[in-house]
């Protein structure tokens, strides 16, 4: 067996968790700051351009949280529970599926987005100069986003080996090119026109197609756990279920994340253009908060998945809880910090009052609640790697149900304003990380009739 896999049958857990989740936590911690300066870039185009950035930035999320997240996710619990059953060739097998199905969604999302994408962000209130910047992104984007599906994918197996460390390096020494790629390409410099929004889509797909190269060449001739051999590359209907029953049920989480940002975005768009950018700048917060959080959910998914694989339940709930408490630890402390001086990161993005306000209002109402949507999302991606994620979609939905329909309520029967749609946005996280917690409490982890 591995070393690293035999790591997480018998490593005391709490240290094994900290020395796998670090690399992560870094390398989308500066990810995390890479998005934050392609804000303060669209920034310098003004409120239309942030409107615009508001729109079409879940569309960018929801291809890289079903990317990284769902099938991401799957395919990690998929190779950790292969290889914590002690079988490599099957998690060999299990990557040439990884990689067909990174194909067929890319071009389903690229499909989606030239049939329905302008109705969209028509329907989330885009017009005039902001729908055509959004439709100039979404455009770069869309038709190239397979680079994001494979880089994600192949990250993801790499993790279901336990190998954190290179796709971190991957992502921090890519952080490195995309802030000044992305700065001359929206605002221009050194002779290269200005690009606007557009420019940020260039660069997030040229990034990740040079990574997406590298990581097939690391897995076709230099990973020792496990290698993209030709001789397995015989696609088999019961290692698409093994994948499938984790991510389809899985895509629901990210979709019904999006659609309430989406939705959220939309009410939102009722109050005009400043609210839209000063919300943009908030909710881009929560959506920089799932990768980060994702750092230590790489780790559990591997962990977790490993164990379960070895038949090590007990072991698999204890690393669930210490993720959990981990994830839900630094996100309120991120929110309960923005919530206290929230004009200090929003003031870093517009002097424009109206939008300042709207962002600062955000911030303050949703900051306290971050905390509750760190646990739940460390235990969605821990129940991916147990293979039952039935009740972190539950939650989801919920969570969708209560913000948007209390948001609803909030604006058309007691006119609330910003303030209401931000109080249910932050009640969804709520209902969204306590029930995700319960569930694995009552044992949803374990086989049926050990629950308590």
């Known amino acids: 067996m591995d070393p690293r896999t035999q790591a997480m049958l018998s490593a005391p857990p709490l240290p094994l968790l900290a020395r796998l989740a670090a690399p992560n936590v870094v390398a989308f911690l500066v990810q995390a700051v890479v998005s934050m300066a392609e804000v303060w870039f669209v920034g310098r185009l003004g409120p239309e351009a942030l409107a615009a950035m508001a729109l079409v930035f879940p569309l960018l999320m929801l291809n890289q949280m079903m990317s990284g997240g769902a099938l991401g996710g799957a395919v990690a ?48 209130g885009g017009e005039g100069a902001v729908l055509s910047q959004a439709l100039g992104y979404g455009a770069i984007l869309f038709p190239a986003c397979i680079v994001l599906w494979l880089v994600n994918t192949l990250s993801a197996v790499l993790r279901g080996t336990g190998n954190m460390q290179l796709p971190a390096r991957v992502m921090l020494l890519s952080a490195a090119v995309q802030v000044p790629l992305s700065g001359v390409l929206i605002l221009g410099a050194f002779g290269v026109p200005a690009f606007g929004l557009a420019g940020a889509a260039v660069s997030v797909v040229s990034v990740a197609a040079v990574n997406s190269l590298f990581l097939l060449a690391w897995l076709l001739y230099r990973d020792q756990a496990l290698r993209l051999r030709r001789d397995r590359l015989r696609l088999q209907r019961g290692a698409f279920q093994d994948i499938g029953r984790v991510a389809l049920p899985a895509l629901l989480s990210p979709l019904f994340t999006v659609l309430t940002i989406v939705s959220l975005t939309a009410l939102v768009g009722r109050q005009g253009i400043d609210a839209l950018a000063g919300y943009g700048i908030g909710s881009r917060i929560e959506f920089l908060l799932v990768p980060l959080v994702f750092g230590i959910g790489a780790a559990l998914t591997a962990m977790v998945g490993t164990n379960i694989g070895a038949g090590q339940v007990a072991r698999a709930e204890h690393i669930g809880w210490l993720g959990a408490g981990a994830a839900g630890a630094l996100t309120g402390v991120v929110g309960l910090l923005l919530a206290l001086f929230p004009e200090s990161w929003v003031g870093l993005f517009t002097d424009h009052p109206p939008t300042l306000a709207a962002g600062v209002a955000y911030m303050t109402h949703v900051g306290p609640a971050f905390g509750f949507l760190g646990v739940g999302l460390a235990l969605y991606f821990a129940s991916q790697g147990a293979g039952r994620v039935g009740w972190p979609v539950t939650a989801t939905l919920l969570r969708f149900l209560v913000a948007v329909g209390g948001a609803t309520v909030a604006l058309d029967q007691f006119d609330l304003g910003l303030n209401g749609i931000y109080l249910a946005a932050a009640s969804g996280m709520v209902i969204y990380g306590s029930l995700t917690a319960a569930s694995l409490a009552l044992g949803a982890w374990r086989p049926k009739g050990e629950g308590v």
């Open 77 to 124: 619990s998929s190779v950790a529970r292969a290889l914590g059953a002690g079988d490599r060739a099957r998690a060999e097998t299990l990557l040439w599926h990884a990689l067909t199905l990174a194909g067929a969604f890319a071009l389903a999302m690229a499909l989606a987005f030239a049939l329905f994408g302008e109705h969209l962000l028509r329907t989330l």
